[in-house]
């Protein structure tokens, strides 16, 4: 049963440290999306890569996120200086193409972060 | 501008009691409308993708049916194990990203 795994699944630190999310996406999936999840904004898309290129990364703060994709097998999300508004769940989904166009997002367990 | 608009924010039923939850949309050319299921604590799971008006898909006491301007997931005699946060989100023709609702909370008592 293929899933998308993350790293770790929680984290707790302090204000102006760095945090790194990992996440190997389904083996075969062209596409991985990077979101944050909060009850005040629900679902927001942070970065976007299709064939490890990143396509979008609009959704991020730029002084302080940053995400990339080494190999197909791996995805990070780094946020250095971490501060308090960042607490949240981060999920990293994959999924196919086809025909140029996005199929299914299968989305891994999260990462919950807790900035003090 | 894309949007979509699920409700009612949260709906408590009986073991038993049906209902539907309702999710509207405003997209430049539907490529697809997805729902996922979110229990606490874990990422969306994967329920239905349906293309164009008229299309019906089911799944156990799921049903997810689609018209031009809304979506409704029909469940049938839940059980409290259909206790969740059901997303709807939509994919416009020119754009790889999904729309996402708010969700709905559904609490099934038994």
């Known amino acids: 049963d293929a899933r998308v795994t993350q790293t770790p699944r929680h984290k707790v630190t302090e204000m102006g440290q760095e945090v790194t999310m990992r996440c190997q996406p389904i083996l075969g999936h062209n596409t991985v999306f990077w979101y944050r999840q909060t009850m005040m904004q629900g679902l927001e898309l942070l970065a976007y890569f299709r064939n490890r290129a990143p396509l979008d990364d609009s959704g991020m703060p730029k002084d302080r996120f940053s995400a990339e994709m080494p190999d197909a097998t791996l995805a990070t999300l780094k946020i250095q200086p971490s501060e308090p508004r960042d607490s949240a769940v981060y999920f990293c989904a994959s999924g196919p193409t086809s025909g140029g166009f996005q199929e299914t997002q299968y989305f891994g367990p999260g990462t919950r972060l807790l900035v003090l | 501008e894309d949007q979509v608009t699920q409700s009612p924010e949260a709906l408590r039923l009986q073991e038993g009691e049906s209902s539907s939850l309702n999710c509207s949309y405003t997209v430049s050319g539907l490529r697809g409308l997805f729902w996922y299921r979110q229990d606490p604590g874990k990422g969306p799971e994967f329920l239905f993708t349906l293309y164009s008006a008229g299309e019906e898909k089911e799944k156990e006491r799921l049903k997810a049916t689609l018209t031009k301007k809304e979506s409704f997931l029909h469940i049938t005699a839940p059980k409290p194990e259909d206790s969740a946060t059901y997303l709807c989100?939509?994919?416009?023709?020119?754009?790889?990203?999904?729309?996402w609702g708010a969700g709905t909370k559904l609490i099934i008592k038994p």
């Open positions: 989100a939509v994919q416009g023709i020119r754009n790889y990203q999904l729309i």
